[in-house]
Structures are given as C-alpha cells and as structure tokens.
C-alpha cells in the first residue's frame, strides 16, 4: 500500500523607544559631562571637562538616533522576523505548486524548496512545538521528498491520487496518516516525545480501504521531527532526511485512540 509512516522509515504492508511619559512635563535639561560623550583625549593631551546641556527633546533624539544606529529595536525585530517568514511562505507555496506534492520535482525543484524550508524553519518561533496546541488537528500532505508517499516507480494510476492527510494529537500522543482517492488507506501510531520537537512513531493497525484493520508488524517504526509550526503551516522531517510541508485543515480532528 502507499501509506507511508510519519517519517517514512518504517517498512508498510505492500507517506529603545524611550517612552516620554516616564519623564515630568516640565523636565530640567539633563547635563552630560563631555568626556563621556566624546571620544577618549589624545596622549599628552589635557582634558578640559566641558558640560553639554540637552534639552528633553535632544535626549530622545539621541537615544533614537542610538537605537537606530545599533539595530537592536525589539519592536523592530520581532515585526522584521514575522515579515520574513509570511514572506518565505509565499514563496514556499509557490515553489512546491506545480510539484504535484513532489512527484514531478526535478532535483533542481527539489534544491529549491530545501534552501526555502531550511531559512522558514530558521525564524521559526514555536521552539517546542510538542507542548503546542497548534499542532494538533488534521494537516493536508503539500509536498515532500518521501518515495514511500509518492510512489513515483508504479504507474500513476497506482498511485494515491487523491488528497493525503496526517493527523496528530499532543494530548493523547496519537498520529494518523490517511490517503483519499483510489485507495483510501490509513495508519494510526503511538508517540513517544524524544525531546520538545521529535518523537519516536510505532505504528499499530493500518487499514485497507479505510475497512481491513491490520495490526502492524514490530518494523513499523520510525521518527518524526517537527521544525517548523505556525497556525497554518508545518514543516517537518524524518529519519531518513525526507522533508514534509503540511497545511492545517482542521484543527478540531481527533486521532482515533
């Protein structure tokens, strides 16, 4: 069958801005020594102690000025980040669209969409995406590397045509992968948390058809490791090194205990 593990290593039966309201209304200038505002004297020069007065309104702008100069706004940061991986994403969908979730990429295609994986995964900010809640529900298979999933030895119409689906629950540590068209083949799994983003997948029944439960075979087995996760999109990566990008579709599915 062309359900794959999680991770696709298991073998299946037959996938500064300072805030002026700290200040009085009627603030004294503020008196700067000069020595520490300019730079250090020259050797066998005398140091004169010169006082500089700055109104309020000088100070903010140099401690805008200085906030600007050394790029370390919070506010600035946190907003570029989020720019960034909205930005990535787009360009990620782009890339894998034509892809047909993998099986019509060249190596080229593939080269690609690792180098935009690999700089969305670097500004990810769900650093223990296994204590999130936006992990769980029903994620729609986008794209990946995995041959267990795409099949791309058989002819196409042996492969899954339809949408594949994986579905994972952090409370209760369960995992189910599902084809659609023509196969409708399942796999459910137990987690085991590894650290705060990967998990050990033992697989235990699978289902021909979505009917014929199968209890799986000792071998089915493999790791999972979640590298990126927001609302809306995940991405992870298994043992073997394949990459999946997965869509969120429903967030209220619940994986069958």
Request: hydrophobic share 40%.
């Amino acid at each position: 069958m062309a359900v794959s593990p999680l991770c696709a290593s298991a073998t299946l039966p037959n996938n500064l801005q300072p805030c002026k309201n700290f200040l009085p209304s009627h603030t004294a200038p503020i008196i700067f020594h000069a020595k520490y505002l300019l730079s250090s004297p020259k050797p066998n020069t005398t140091t004169t102690s010169t006082h500089i007065i700055l109104s309020p309104n000088k100070l903010f702008d140099l401690a805008d000025s200085w906030k600007w100069r050394t790029q370390v706004s919070f506010f600035t940061g946190f907003l570029t980040k989020g720019r960034n991986a909205e930005s990535l994403k787009e360009e990620l969908y782009a890339a894998i669209a034509p892809l047909d979730r993998g099986a019509e990429a060249t190596p080229e295609d593939q080269q690609l969409v690792e180098q935009i994986a690999r700089k969305l995964e670097a500004v990810n900010e769900v650093k223990e995406p296994l204590k999130s809640n936006l992990l769980n529900g029903k994620w729609e298979l986008l794209y990946t590397t995995s041959q267990s999933v795409l099949q791309t030895q058989r002819p196409k119409y042996l492969r899954p045509n339809g949408k594949i689906y994986q579905a994972i629950n952090v409370d209760t540590l369960r995992a189910q992968n599902m084809e659609t068209w023509p196969f409708f083949n399942q796999v459910t799994a137990n987690l085991v948390p590894l650290n705060s983003r990967r998990v050990a997948v033992k697989f235990d029944f699978f289902r021909i058809a979505g009917l014929i439960p199968i209890k799986s075979p000792g071998s089915g087995r493999g790791q999972l490791e979640i590298t990126y996760l927001d609302e809306e999109l995940r991405v992870s990566r298994g043992d073997k090194g394949n990459l999946f990008i997965l869509k969120m579709v429903d967030p209220s599915y619940r994986v069958p205990l």
